[in-house]
């Protein structure tokens, strides 16, 4: 499967946005997603990850209840919807697939767990 990761932009503090990974290939519903970050100078960074089915999600602290995970199996598609963005949010998004024999498992916080990869969309939240 083939990803890519779209919707990233420059947004004030409290600010949204809302990032798209659209997927290519007829397997889409066989892989759970994760998103993760990487900001200048600093490591790769777990953000979120939602099932084959999206009825299982499992985010990072310092995002929960502001970021909110997503998919669309039918459109191949999958969201992410930052809300109460912060200056520390900047960074590069990318998103992951990772093929899993279980609807309900909710994905990994470890990037070496992900088969394929999206490149990445720039966020940038200005204070």
């Known amino acids: 499967v083939q990803l890519q990761a779209f919707g990233g932009g420059l947004v004030q503090a409290g600010g949204s946005l809302r990032l798209s990974c659209a997927a290519s290939?007829?397997?889409?519903?066989?892989?759970?997603m994760g998103w993760f970050r990487q900001a200048s100078g600093k490591e790769h960074e777990f953000v979120a990850a939602?099932?084959?089915?999206?009825?299982?999600?499992y985010y990072a602290d310092s995002v929960l209840g502001r970021f909110t995970v997503s998919r669309d199996n039918v459109k191949k598609t999958g969201f992410l919807q930052m809300n109460s963005l912060k200056p520390e949010d900047t960074a590069v998004y990318y998103c992951?697939?990772?093929?899993?024999?279980?609807?309900?498992?909710?994905?990994?916080?470890?990037?070496?767990?992900?088969?394929?990869w999206g490149q990445g969309t720039q966020v940038t939240v200005s204070s």
């Open positions: 939602i099932s084959r089915n999206g009825g299982s999600t």
């Open positions: 290939g007829r397997s889409f519903h066989n892989y759970a």
């Open positions: 992951a697939a990772d093929r899993t024999q279980s609807p309900y498992y909710s994905g990994s916080y470890s990037d070496s767990e992900y088969d394929y």
